[in-house]
């Protein structure tokens, strides 16, 4: 039986990705930080060296973008050495990786939606972490997938879509950024598309490795996203009151890290190669919220 180590197995996306795999009858090894430190390439090359590994699906991340900027030295470890210790023990044994990267390395001044050919760009330091995880990922020779996903939500772990839930149990008024324009995308999609390719790469004669955009539909801005979740969050009486959404822009927020205006992205390549359609994310909003 064929086994997969799972990094950043107790996130958002990480644990959705085990529960699918186990459901596929693959065997786990599920790592958190505790149980495998990335950012050391010799705890990388000890597990490795120790157990046979057939794939690696990387969920590992430093997510928390405006402490990032405050931290850059532990997300650039994270987000980038952690990637590039993966990316050289799997071209040195000819394991392939799936890797998570984000929307906002499409943080270049244009206009959604974006294209994986077009040129590339941040402003923060979480995005040029992640940048730079994918660029030592591909500079490794390794046969990768890497799938950029944008404003992940799911059941597990802290989003956007519970903190709006959490904020309006207590308040009639949520003040949201309208100058940001994207696509929701539910884990637990981007984790049954993950094992879906998981499953192609060690079952078929795979040979679509490179990156790929994936998100869900349709796009929205922010502000318009946080109506929506309090809306279903209404109507399933997680809330019980109407709560008013005031739009600001991001300037009026004053969040330390600057987020990309436009991060819709085009995820033609992804539906082409895989044959998989993308996910509706109004579907995933009364799962997650229920498991509040």
């Known amino acids: 039986m064929k086994q997969i180590l799972v990094t950043g197995a107790k996130g958002q996306v990480g644990l959705e990705v085990c529960e699918r795999l186990l459901f596929l009858g693959y065997r ?21 060296d120790s157990t046979q590994i057939d794939l690696v699906i990387n969920c590992a991340a430093y997510t928390a973008v405006d402490k990032a900027e405050d931290e850059e030295k532990a997300a650039y470890a994270v987000n980038a050495l952690g990637p590039k210790n993966l ?19 499409y943080d270049n ?3 959604g939606p974006h294209t994986e050919e077009e040129s590339l760009n941040t402003r923060c330091v979480y995005g040029k ?4 995880g994918e660029r030592f990922i591909l500079d490794s020779g390794c046969r990768a997938v890497i799938l950029r996903a944008s ?16 904020l309006a149990s207590s308040r009639d008024t949520l003040k949201v950024v309208c100058d940001e324009l994207g696509n929701p995308t539910p884990a637990r999609a981007l984790s049954d598309d993950i094992c879906f ?9 795979f040979d679509s490795y490179g990156i790929y955009n994936y998100c869900g539909y349709p796009e929205i801005v922010r502000n318009d ?4 979740i309090l809306d279903k969050a209404q109507s399933i009486g997680i809330i019980s009151h109407d709560v008013n959404v005031l739009p600001i822009t991001s300037e009026e927020f004053g969040a330390k ?3 990309p205006a436009d991060s819709r992205m085009n995820c033609d390549s992804f539906a082409k190669t895989f044959r998989r359609n993308l996910p509706d994310w109004r579907e995933y909003l009364e799962e997650t919220l229920r498991g509040l």
């Open 197 to 205: 390719i998981a499953d192609s790469i060690l079952t078929k004669d």
């Open 225 to 228: 996203f946080a109506r929506v």
């Open 129 to 132: 972490t992640k940048l730079f």
């Open 257 to 259: 890290a600057k987020r």
């Open 109 to 111: 001044g244009k206009s």
């Open 28 to 48: 786990v090894i599920a790592c958190g930080h505790a149980e495998l430190d990335i950012t050391s390439d010799n705890e990388v090359t000890s597990l490795f």
């Open 151 to 166: 404003w992940i939500f799911g059941r597990y772990g802290k989003n956007f879509v519970k903190a709006m839930a959490n």
């Open 87 to 105: 990316a050289a023990e799997c071209r040195s044994r000819d394991i392939p990786l799936i890797h998570i990267s984000t929307d906002y390395v």
